[in-house]
């Protein structure tokens, strides 16, 4: 039997976009002194379908700390938040989760 014709073990390959999309990644919002605390629950709510309480005190760790968490998930998922977030400017950005 040639070399060329032992059999081989499959292979998958998997794109860049497969791997990014297998691990979480968050949408952490920053924050200014432009957006009233109203805006910035209204947008939450609206980009990750939270409750007015959970948009609440994600506002209000955004307020004490400068930033917090506002979503996990795919990165699919991600964009599509932090794109609604950016609607009223709101600073966003997306990292892998854990980092």
């Known amino acids: 039997m040639s070399p060329d014709v032992l059999d081989r073990p499959k292979?998958?390959?998997?794109?860049?976009?497969?791997?990014?999309?297998?691990?979480?990644?968050?949408?952490?919002?920053?924050?200014?002194?432009?957006?009233?605390?109203?805006?910035?629950?209204?947008?939450?709510?609206?980009?990750?379908?939270?409750?007015?309480?959970a948009a609440f005190e994600i506002t209000m760790e955004i307020h004490t700390q400068g930033k917090a968490i506002c979503f996990e998930g795919s990165l699919t998922e991600c964009e599509r938040v932090a794109n609604i977030l950016r609607e009223i400017s709101l600073s966003v950005e997306i990292v892998p989760a854990g980092d």
Do not use: M, R, Y
């Open 11 to 53: 292979t998958t390959t998997v794109s860049d976009e497969q791997i990014e999309e297998a691990f979480p990644w968050q949408v952490i919002i920053f924050n200014d002194e432009v957006h009233t605390f109203d805006e910035v629950i209204f947008q939450i709510q609206k980009a990750t379908g939270a409750s007015l309480q």
